[in-house]
C-alpha cells in the first residue's frame, strides 16, 4: 500500500475585490493557512472598474 499525504500542500491563488476580500476572504485564508501551514495563498484584491 502506498504512503497517503496526511495534509494538503500547494499554492492556492484567490482575485477579489479589495473591499470583499479584506472583509471576507482574508480572514478565512488567515485561518486556513494557520491551520495548514504548508499550503501558500496568494490574495490579490483589485479595485472594481466601472
Known amino acids: 500500500m502506498t504512503s497517503l499525504q496526511t495534509h494538503p500542500k500547494g ?27 504548508d499550503i501558500n495563498v496568494e490574495l490579490n484584491r483589485v479595485y472594481a472598474s466601472n
Open 11 to 37: 499554492s492556492i491563488k484567490v482575485t477579489a475585490p479589495v473591499t470583499f476580500g479584506e472583509k471576507y476572504i482574508a480572514p478565512v485564508v488567515n485561518a486556513y493557512c494557520y491551520e495548514f501551514p
